[in-house]
């Protein structure tokens, strides 16, 4: 008989919400289920944005020392070389590398689409980029630049690499979501933020939300069998964004937070484990899927159309770069 105990604790965390997110959760999942590491990925190709630091750069080593082929994205090349050569050195894998490309510009994702796809199959795809902006800012094509690099650039990015994740039957996309969304609900209208409203946490809940929203749409325009979508939250992690949360809220939370490896630890999971293969369009934490809200006025009167609004709109600007 299955031992109910991690079942009933993992409940419990989730109930308690502050259990769940901190290291307290992730250390009581992963002693009571036993987790193991993810197979070898030798043989595998990844693309992920923004691992040059935090979340993205522990992943991206934790994949290379795995055994795959990890390409990162970023924006500067200071920074790009200094990751790599620290990635490097991390995984003892020479199949490191990075393309210069800022996800909030939709000609630049044109160009990194084009390199990825040039070199064959691509298995896993990750969108982490999710900087805080303290300012409002616009991308080059015009939009505000949270929603340019966190929805419009990462949806570009996807469709322009279908055929190659699909080559590898499946492939994977992996979106890194973030505890903000569960504060917002999904409204179109007010999703771009203007000078006058502007917030840089705000703007990004939105964002995570319309995210999760995308992400079950895109479950209706590609078959499982060729790429499957997930979207995934890391817990309350100590990384450079939460730096930039609410003073009060880091303060408090700091003691419990989780180092960047357990923050990243789902996230390698989904890209190796064949869990990750049985469905398409779920919401993860510490290897479980997990409800998307905590609080009833978060849910949407008609996900459906939500989803449909949202896709068609991101279509209508992306079509043309």
């Given at each position: ?8 604790v993992?409940k419990?965390l989730?109930?308690s ?5 901190s290291r307290v959760g ?20 990844v ?8 979340l993205g ?9 795995l055994?795959a ?7 500067d ?9 620290a ?12 393309l ?7 000609v ?5 689409a084009e ?11 990750i969108?982490?980029a999710?900087?805080?902006s ?6 080059p ?17 996807t ?5 190659a994740?699909?080559a ?9 979501s ?6 917002r609900?999904?409204?179109l209208t007010s999703?771009e ?12 809940a939105?964002?995570k939300?319309?995210?999760?929203v ?10 499982p ?10 817990g ?9 949360s609410?003073p009060?809220f ?11 490896a ?38 949407s009167?008609?996900?459906g159309?939500?989803?449909?609004t949202?896709?068609?709109?991101c279509?209508?600007?992306?079509s043309?770069?």
């Amino acid at each position: 008989m299955k031992n109910p105990v991690p079942t009933v604790v993992d409940k419990l965390l989730e109930i308690s919400v502050a259990g769940s997110f901190s290291r307290v959760g992730y250390a009581a999942r992963s002693r009571l289920e036993g987790w193991i590491d993810p197979p070898s990925l030798a043989g595998r190709t990844v693309l992920i944005t923004d691992a040059t630091s935090g979340l993205g750069f522990e992943a991206a080593a934790r994949l290379a020392s795995l055994g795959a082929a990890v390409t990162f994205v970023a924006r500067d090349e200071t920074r790009a070389r200094a990751a790599k050569e620290a990635l490097t050195v991390r995984s003892s894998n020479q199949r490191i590398d990075f393309l210069l490309g800022d996800t909030s510009d939709l000609v630049a994702m044109r160009r990194v689409a084009e390199s990825v796809a040039a070199r064959g199959p691509l298995d896993v795809l990750i969108h982490n980029a999710g900087a805080v902006s303290a300012s409002r800012a616009l991308s080059p094509q015009g939009y505000e630049l949270t929603v340019a690099a966190q929805l419009l650039g990462p949806f570009h990015l996807t469709h322009l690499l279908l055929e190659a994740l699909g080559a590898t039957h499946p492939g994977r996309v992996l979106t890194v979501s973030s505890a903000g969304m569960y504060s917002r609900r999904f409204h179109l209208t007010s999703l771009e933020m203007t000078p006058s409203n502007y917030d840089g946490n705000s703007a990004n809940a939105k964002v995570k939300r319309a995210q999760l929203v995308l992400n079950h749409e895109w479950v209706h325009h590609v078959s499982p069998d060729n790429v499957v979508f997930h979207a995934m939250h890391p817990g309350w992690t100590h990384t450079p964004r939460i730096n930039r949360s609410p003073p009060r809220f880091y303060s408090i939370a700091k003691p419990w937070l989780r180092t960047p490896a357990q923050g990243a630890d789902t996230l390698v999971w989904l890209a190796g484990s064949r869990q990750s293969i049985a469905t398409s369009g779920d919401f993860w934490l510490d290897r479980h899927p997990r409800f998307e809200h905590k609080v009833p006025w978060t849910r949407s009167r008609d996900p459906g159309r939500d989803q449909v609004t949202l896709w068609d709109w991101c279509v209508e600007r992306t079509s043309d770069f």
